[in-house]
């Protein structure tokens, strides 16, 4: 499984953006969670938000509860990742991974099997 991430940018403080993860290869991509993790300058990388097989079984950091929202699109092998009303400290790469199973700590980087690039998001105040 490949995975691209794309969709980063310059953007101002309370400002949006959309995040996008393309996942390529053989694989039935509605069986798999999908997570978004980032890292900032100095830190270490940390969880932003998973979801399982529909919109509705998501998990978030507390710290982007109610800012960000994460979805997917099955048929196009796509996740997604709405920030919104966005912070300089939401500055990071923010990397999308996958796992081919639904259950388990998807707030872990142990739950994941592949990551993408990653994608730069700087938000300036």
């Known amino acids: 499984v490949q995975l691209q991430a794309s969709g980063g940018g310059l953007v101002q403080a309370g400002g949006s953006l959309r995040l996008s993860c393309e996942a390529s290869?053989?694989?039935?991509?509605?069986?798999?969670?999908m997570g978004w993790f980032r890292q900032a300058p100095g830190k270490e990388r940390e969880f932003v938000a998973s979801?399982?097989?529909?919109?509705?079984?998501?998990v978030y950091a507390d710290s982007v509860k109610g800012r960000f929202t994460i979805s997917r699109d099955d048929a196009k092998k796509t996740m997604y990742l709405r920030l919104s009303s966005l912070k300089p400290e939401d500055t990071a790469v923010y990397y999308c991974?996958?796992?081919?199973?639904?259950?388990?700590?998807?707030?872990?980087?142990?739950?994941?099997?592949?990551w993408g690039q990653g994608t730069q998001v700087t938000v300036s105040s």
């Open positions: 991974a996958t796992a081919p199973r639904q259950y388990g700590t998807t707030w872990s980087e142990k739950f994941y099997h592949y």
């Open positions: 979801i399982r097989w529909s919109d509705t079984d998501t």
């Open positions: 290869g053989r694989t039935t991509f509605s069986a798999y969670t």
